[in-house]
Protein backbone atom coordinates (compact mmCIF):
# COMPACT_ATOMS: atom_id res chain seq x y z
CA UNK A 1 0.00 0.00 0.00
CA UNK A 2 0.86 3.65 -0.78
CA UNK A 3 2.36 5.64 1.96
CA UNK A 4 4.35 8.19 3.00
CA UNK A 5 6.52 9.16 6.13
CA UNK A 6 7.42 12.67 7.36
CA UNK A 7 10.04 12.24 10.12
CA UNK A 8 10.47 15.78 11.58
CA UNK A 9 7.46 16.89 13.50
CA UNK A 10 8.78 19.77 14.11
CA UNK A 11 11.34 21.86 12.65
CA UNK A 12 12.68 25.59 13.67
CA UNK A 13 14.85 27.45 11.65
CA UNK A 14 16.19 30.81 11.37
CA UNK A 15 14.55 33.66 9.16
CA UNK A 16 16.80 34.00 6.36
CA UNK A 17 17.95 30.43 6.68
CA UNK A 18 18.01 27.20 4.60
CA UNK A 19 15.63 24.67 4.85
CA UNK A 20 14.87 21.02 3.67
CA UNK A 21 12.00 18.80 5.05
CA UNK A 22 11.90 15.42 4.35
CA UNK A 23 9.36 12.93 2.89
CA UNK A 24 10.02 9.28 2.23
CA UNK A 25 7.69 7.33 -0.31
CA UNK A 26 6.46 3.92 -0.85
CA UNK A 27 4.66 3.28 -3.68
CA UNK A 28 5.13 0.18 -6.23
CA UNK A 29 5.26 1.99 -9.71
CA UNK A 30 6.45 6.01 -10.35
CA UNK A 31 5.05 8.13 -7.74
CA UNK A 32 3.15 11.15 -8.61
CA UNK A 33 4.39 12.94 -5.84
CA UNK A 34 3.01 16.64 -3.74
CA UNK A 35 3.79 19.26 -1.27
CA UNK A 36 1.22 20.98 0.66
CA UNK A 37 1.19 24.02 2.78
CA UNK A 38 -1.42 24.64 5.20
CA UNK A 39 -1.73 27.86 6.91
CA UNK A 40 -3.30 28.17 10.24
CA UNK A 41 -7.29 28.81 9.94
CA UNK A 42 -6.28 27.90 5.75
CA UNK A 43 -6.42 25.32 3.42
CA UNK A 44 -4.21 23.23 2.16
CA UNK A 45 -2.52 24.63 -1.18
CA UNK A 46 -0.04 23.15 -3.32
CA UNK A 47 3.29 24.06 -3.37
CA UNK A 48 4.69 21.58 -5.97
CA UNK A 49 4.25 18.23 -7.58
CA UNK A 50 6.45 15.86 -9.60
CA UNK A 51 4.84 13.17 -12.24
CA UNK A 52 8.10 13.07 -14.25
CA UNK A 53 10.79 14.53 -15.96
CA UNK A 54 13.07 16.22 -14.31
CA UNK A 55 13.73 15.19 -10.80
CA UNK A 56 14.19 18.77 -9.75
CA UNK A 57 10.75 20.73 -9.38
CA UNK A 58 10.28 24.01 -9.21
CA UNK A 59 7.27 25.43 -7.06
CA UNK A 60 5.78 28.75 -5.70
CA UNK A 61 6.81 30.83 -3.08
CA UNK A 62 10.27 29.74 -3.84
CA UNK A 63 10.21 26.53 -2.66
CA UNK A 64 12.07 23.47 -5.04
CA UNK A 65 11.77 19.59 -4.45
CA UNK A 66 13.95 16.65 -5.57
CA UNK A 67 12.70 13.04 -5.95
CA UNK A 68 15.23 11.04 -5.52
CA UNK A 69 14.13 7.20 -6.63
CA UNK A 70 16.74 5.20 -4.90
CA UNK A 71 16.54 7.01 -1.90
CA UNK A 72 12.72 7.11 -1.81
CA UNK A 73 12.74 10.19 -1.12
CA UNK A 74 11.13 14.00 -1.80
CA UNK A 75 12.81 16.63 0.31
CA UNK A 76 11.31 19.67 0.02
CA UNK A 77 14.09 22.95 0.29
CA UNK A 78 14.37 26.50 0.17
CA UNK A 79 17.66 28.61 0.04
CA UNK A 80 16.29 31.00 2.27
CA UNK A 81 13.10 31.32 4.82
CA UNK A 82 10.64 34.36 5.52
CA UNK A 83 9.01 34.54 8.63
CA UNK A 84 5.65 34.05 6.28
CA UNK A 85 6.83 30.61 5.70
CA UNK A 86 5.83 29.26 9.33
CA UNK A 87 3.11 27.01 8.42
CA UNK A 88 2.46 22.95 8.24
CA UNK A 89 3.96 21.16 5.43
CA UNK A 90 2.54 18.17 3.50
CA UNK A 91 3.90 15.22 1.46
CA UNK A 92 1.78 13.44 -0.36
CA UNK A 93 1.37 10.71 -2.81
CA UNK A 94 -1.06 10.27 -5.48
CA UNK A 95 -2.36 6.88 -6.81
CA UNK A 96 -4.64 6.02 -9.65
CA UNK A 97 -7.31 3.23 -9.32
CA UNK A 98 -10.10 2.69 -11.76
CA UNK A 99 -9.63 6.37 -13.21
CA UNK A 100 -9.84 7.76 -10.48
CA UNK A 101 -7.11 9.63 -8.17
CA UNK A 102 -6.49 9.35 -4.62
CA UNK A 103 -3.97 11.52 -2.79
CA UNK A 104 -2.11 9.98 0.17
CA UNK A 105 -1.21 12.45 3.07
CA UNK A 106 2.17 12.36 5.70
CA UNK A 107 1.88 13.37 8.73
CA UNK A 108 3.06 16.67 7.98
CA UNK A 109 5.90 19.00 9.70
CA UNK A 110 5.42 21.75 11.52
CA UNK A 111 7.41 24.72 10.68
CA UNK A 112 8.27 27.66 12.53
CA UNK A 113 10.60 30.79 11.97
CA UNK A 114 12.87 31.88 14.42
CA UNK A 115 13.08 35.82 14.25
CA UNK B 1 -12.44 32.52 -9.81
CA UNK B 2 -14.21 31.35 -6.51
CA UNK B 3 -12.75 28.63 -4.35
CA UNK B 4 -14.40 25.90 -2.36
CA UNK B 5 -16.82 27.73 0.33
CA UNK B 6 -17.47 25.52 3.51
CA UNK B 7 -19.50 26.76 6.29
CA UNK B 8 -19.90 26.88 9.20
CA UNK B 9 -15.48 27.11 9.62
CA UNK B 10 -16.32 26.49 14.05
CA UNK B 11 -18.49 24.23 15.04
CA UNK B 12 -19.04 22.85 18.74
CA UNK B 13 -21.08 20.20 19.84
CA UNK B 14 -21.73 17.20 22.82
CA UNK B 15 -21.43 13.56 22.23
CA UNK B 16 -24.20 11.71 20.96
CA UNK B 17 -25.06 15.45 18.99
CA UNK B 18 -25.83 15.54 14.94
CA UNK B 19 -24.12 17.89 12.61
CA UNK B 20 -23.61 18.65 9.19
CA UNK B 21 -20.99 20.83 7.16
CA UNK B 22 -21.89 22.14 3.66
CA UNK B 23 -19.34 22.55 0.49
CA UNK B 24 -19.56 24.31 -2.53
CA UNK B 25 -17.03 23.41 -4.84
CA UNK B 26 -15.09 25.53 -7.93
CA UNK B 27 -17.56 25.74 -10.46
CA UNK B 28 -17.38 23.03 -13.09
CA UNK B 29 -15.41 20.99 -10.81
CA UNK B 30 -17.12 17.63 -11.65
CA UNK B 31 -15.25 15.84 -8.62
CA UNK B 32 -15.30 16.65 -4.60
CA UNK B 33 -13.52 15.12 -1.58
CA UNK B 34 -14.42 15.36 1.62
CA UNK B 35 -10.74 14.77 4.02
CA UNK B 36 -11.26 14.45 8.06
CA UNK B 37 -7.62 16.14 9.34
CA UNK B 38 -7.14 14.85 13.07
CA UNK B 39 -5.07 17.36 15.28
CA UNK B 40 -1.59 16.28 14.24
CA UNK B 41 -2.22 14.06 11.22
CA UNK B 42 -2.45 14.47 7.89
CA UNK B 43 -5.97 14.88 6.24
CA UNK B 44 -7.46 11.27 5.17
CA UNK B 45 -9.73 10.72 2.74
CA UNK B 46 -13.19 9.91 3.83
CA UNK B 47 -15.93 9.86 0.44
CA UNK B 48 -15.38 11.21 -3.19
CA UNK B 49 -17.69 12.29 -5.48
CA UNK B 50 -18.04 12.21 -9.16
CA UNK B 51 -20.44 14.52 -9.87
CA UNK B 52 -23.73 12.83 -7.76
CA UNK B 53 -21.76 9.51 -7.75
CA UNK B 54 -19.79 7.91 -5.06
CA UNK B 55 -16.50 6.99 -6.11
CA UNK B 56 -14.81 5.93 -3.34
CA UNK B 57 -16.14 6.08 0.21
CA UNK B 58 -13.87 3.24 1.75
CA UNK B 59 -12.46 5.60 4.41
CA UNK B 60 -16.19 6.82 5.73
CA UNK B 61 -17.84 5.26 9.40
CA UNK B 62 -21.05 4.37 7.40
CA UNK B 63 -22.91 4.00 10.95
CA UNK B 64 -22.28 7.75 12.12
CA UNK B 65 -21.01 9.35 8.91
CA UNK B 66 -23.26 9.83 5.37
CA UNK B 67 -22.71 12.73 2.29
CA UNK B 68 -24.63 13.54 -0.86
CA UNK B 69 -23.75 15.40 -3.18
CA UNK B 70 -27.30 15.26 -4.70
CA UNK B 71 -27.64 17.60 -7.51
CA UNK B 72 -23.59 16.92 -8.52
CA UNK B 73 -22.63 20.85 -7.22
CA UNK B 74 -22.78 21.04 -3.39
CA UNK B 75 -22.74 18.81 -1.19
CA UNK B 76 -23.39 18.10 2.47
CA UNK B 77 -21.91 15.97 5.21
CA UNK B 78 -23.06 14.51 8.43
CA UNK B 79 -22.15 12.86 11.63
CA UNK B 80 -24.94 11.11 13.62
CA UNK B 81 -24.83 10.22 16.40
CA UNK B 82 -21.15 11.96 16.97
CA UNK B 83 -18.36 10.43 19.28
CA UNK B 84 -15.38 12.56 20.85
CA UNK B 85 -12.67 11.12 18.48
CA UNK B 86 -14.67 12.95 15.81
CA UNK B 87 -12.99 15.76 17.01
CA UNK B 88 -11.00 17.59 13.86
CA UNK B 89 -11.37 19.66 10.96
CA UNK B 90 -13.50 18.62 8.16
CA UNK B 91 -11.86 19.69 4.70
CA UNK B 92 -13.66 19.44 1.54
CA UNK B 93 -11.73 19.57 -1.63
CA UNK B 94 -12.27 19.72 -5.87
CA UNK B 95 -10.87 18.94 -8.84
CA UNK B 96 -11.93 19.79 -12.29
CA UNK B 97 -11.93 15.63 -13.39
CA UNK B 98 -12.00 12.48 -11.17
CA UNK B 99 -8.83 11.68 -13.01
CA UNK B 100 -6.67 14.63 -12.06
CA UNK B 101 -4.53 15.23 -8.74
CA UNK B 102 -5.26 19.16 -9.42
CA UNK B 103 -7.41 19.77 -6.08
CA UNK B 104 -8.50 22.52 -4.48
CA UNK B 105 -9.24 22.71 -0.65
CA UNK B 106 -11.48 24.99 1.04
CA UNK B 107 -10.89 26.62 4.34
CA UNK B 108 -12.40 23.55 6.34
CA UNK B 109 -14.62 23.41 9.63
CA UNK B 110 -13.66 22.81 12.94
CA UNK B 111 -15.78 20.56 14.89
CA UNK B 112 -14.77 19.71 18.51
CA UNK B 113 -17.25 17.32 19.81
CA UNK B 114 -17.37 17.58 24.11
Known amino acids: AQSVTQPDIHITVSEGASLELRCNYS??????LFWYVQSPGQGLQLLLKYFSGDTLVQGIKGFEAEFKRSQSSFNLRKPSVHWSDAAEYFCAVGSLYSSASKIIFGSGTRLSIRP | EAGVAQSPRYKIIEKRQSVAFWCNPISGHATLYWYQQILGQGPKLLIQFQNNGVVDDSQLPKDRFSAERLKGVDSTLKIQPAKLEDSAVYLC????????????FGPGTRLTVT
Open chain 2, 93 to 104: ASSLVTSSYEQY
Open chain 1, 27 to 32: YGATPY
